[in-house]
């Protein structure tokens, strides 16, 4: 099992920052990627980026591409968020997952919320 708890969550104006942590513990040694996943208000949860465990190459999604920067602390079991030039359309519910294997995301946080006000 993989314990997740996310944190860094709050109230930002639109252009500003946020950052985001995750922290891991348990059986971390296995985790092979982690992610970081958002729902928006009415909205499906929808795939923010994601970074691999082993070497640190990171994916994003098209939308926070340019914006957001996903970055791993090994030794300490944390995964970050940097978010910059926040938009209102970035509010929403943060969820950090951590990925066993390259096709399924096997463990979840309960999520920090992010609002961006305009």
């Not at 639109?14 to 059986?27: E, I, K, Q, V, Y």
């Not at 958002?38 to 640190?56: A, C, H, L, S, Y």
């Not at 978010?83 to 997952?97: G, I, R, S, V």
Request: glycine fraction near 12%.
């Amino acid at each position: 099992q993989v314990q997740l708890v996310e944190s860094g969550g709050g109230l930002v104006q639109a252009g500003g920052s946020l950052r985001l942590s995750c922290a891991a513990s348990g059986r971390t040694f296995s985790t092979y990627r982690m992610g970081w996943f958002r729902q928006g208000p009415g909205k499906e949860r929808e795939f923010v980026g994601r970074i691999r465990w082993t070497d640190g190459s990171t994916v994003y999604a098209d939308s926070v591409k340019g914006r957001f920067t996903i970055s791993r602390d090994n030794a300490k079991n944390m995964m970050y968020l940097e978010m910059n030039n926040l938009k209102p359309e970035d509010t929403a519910l943060y969820y950090c997952a951590a990925g066993l294997s390259m096709t399924t995301w096997h463990y979840w946080g309960q999520g920090t919320q992010v609002t961006v006000s305009s």
